[in-house]
């Protein structure tokens, strides 16, 4: 069961993938994914697309979303699999986790502007699938459109995040908010992408113990924002922690993300896969 393709993280149109729903459905089936959810950002609007697409290509389908936290005064990403897309408390919580982008999006473009990029606010909404979604990567794609930069790469280096023009603090969901709107619907909540935090020792220690504490059960080991480092540290991690361990892509366009769909190492056979426990939630086709 380790050895499966599975691909629980990407991103679509409806947060800030650049591909259709039914078109990262194909993908993942032309590149031999096994088992595939779609997690755009506090939103889960592109669910029963994905679900429908991916049925139709004959792809089992967990649902998926991946929530924006602020925990110790930075943005941590939990992302729900297995859940009930329709639950009222999860779109609840979502909607209002979403509410705040705009106000940040209008105040990331007056930081822009002030460092010389303007136009940035009705440059970014020209890449935005879903007006109650604007996100970093949007005014990303608008920076290299405008030369400032080469590539979004780049722009993260340069711009966008903290100390540097255009970050705009925020405050997002709470880790436990989070958690149990995931949980509550009937999924299971994973921590996105540990390695990207930059925690020190004993903040990763409190993030995991406090996820645990609130009732989360999983942690992305093989994704595409990990090294090969990372892929053992956070396998150790989850024994440690007795976390079922996840794998995603976190593919958010071609050309642009630096692992495509389906292209990763399998976790090792010596973790237990969070599909493994969410097998009731699985949809299977036909
Ligand atoms: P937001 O939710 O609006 O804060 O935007 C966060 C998104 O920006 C992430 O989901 C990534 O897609 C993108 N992002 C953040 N940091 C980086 C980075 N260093 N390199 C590439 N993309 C990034
Ligand atoms: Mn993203
Ligand atoms: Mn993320
Ligand atoms: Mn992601």
């Avoid at 380790?2 to 194909?26: K, M, Q, R």
């Avoid at 031999?32 to 429908?52: F, K, N, P, Y």
């Avoid at 606010?121 to 794609?141: C, K, M, Q, W």
């Avoid at 989850?238 to 071609?254: Q, T, V």
Wanted: negative net charge; contains cysteine.
């Amino acid at each position: 069961m380790a050895f499966l393709n599975a691909d629980l993280h990407c991103h679509s149109n409806v947060s800030d993938g650049t591909l259709t729903p039914e078109d990262l459905a194909a993908r993942a089936r032309g590149n031999g994914v096994e088992l595939w959810s779609l997690t755009d950002h506090d939103e889960v609007g592109g669910q029963h697309r994905a679900r429908s697409a991916a049925t139709a290509l004959g792809l089992p389908f967990l649902s998926g979303v991946e929530i924006s936290v602020t925990f110790a005064d930075k943005t941590v990403h939990i992302v729900g699999l297995g859940f009930d897309p329709d639950h009222e408390g999860l779109r609840q919580g979502l909607a209002d986790t979403r509410g705040g982008r705009e106000r940040r999006a209008r105040d990331i473009a007056a930081d822009l502007a002030r460092v010389g990029i303007r136009g940035a606010y009705e440059g970014a909404l020209r890449y935005v699938g879903n007006p109650d979604l604007i996100s970093r990567t949007h005014f990303a794609r608008y920076i290299v459109e405008s030369g400032h930069c080469s590539e979004t790469r780049e722009v993260f280096q340069r711009y966008l995040t903290e100390g540097k023009p255009g970050f705009v603090p925020h405050s997002w969901a709470r880790l436990g908010e989070a958690v149990g709107w995931i949980t509550q619907a009937g999924g299971i909540a994973v921590i996105a992408h540990p390695g990207r935090y930059g925690f020190t020792p004993n903040e990763e220690y409190a993030l995991f113990s406090e996820f645990k504490a609130h009732g989360g059960l999983g942690v992305e080991v093989v994704t595409g924002s990990h090294t090969e480092a990372e892929y053992v540290r956070y396998a150790d991690m989850a024994r440690e922690f007795d976390l079922l361990a996840s794998r995603g892509s976190d593919f958010h366009a071609p050309g642009e993300s630096r692992v495509d769909l389906g292209a990763l190492p399998y976790l090792s056979g010596t973790l237990t896969p969070v599909w493994e426990a969410l097998a009731h939630r699985i949809v299977q086709p036909g």
